[in-house]
């Protein structure tokens, strides 16, 4: 059974910049879609940006100029990288994965920007 764990969260100041690490366990084949999703407060989940197997990469609306996607084929492992942290960053940031036609979710991490 596949299993996304993600890592990375927690209380950051503005300004500051985050790494957000999803590692993928329960399967040794490269994952066809992993990437990131994000749910503000009181909001919907909205897509970040998912990476394909074939590095394509698509942006959702939550995307912006100051993240960073990267992916590990090998190792199934999709990282996100935030710049110049805002208050409007703070969401549950979760992990996702499409294989085979099922979806896969992380639990999620929190992400707080806060003086």
């Known amino acids: 059974q596949l299993q996304l764990l993600e890592s990375g969260g927690g209380l950051v100041q503005p300004g500051g910049s985050l790494k957000l690490s999803c590692a993928a366990s329960g399967i040794r084949s490269p994952i066809y879609v992993m990437g990131w999703y994000r749910q503000a407060p009181g909001k919907e989940r909205d897509l970040v940006a998912i990476?394909?197997?074939?590095?394509?990469?698509k942006y959702g609306a939550s995307w912006k100029g100051r993240f960073t996607v990267s992916r590990l084929e090998e190792t199934n492992e999709v990282h996100l990288n935030i710049n110049s942290l805002t208050d409007e960053d703070t969401a549950v940031y979760y992990c996702y994965a499409e294989n085979y036609g099922l979806d896969y979710w992380g639990n999620g991490t929190l992400v707080t920007v806060s003086p």
């Open positions: 990476v394909i197997r074939d590095g394509t990469i």
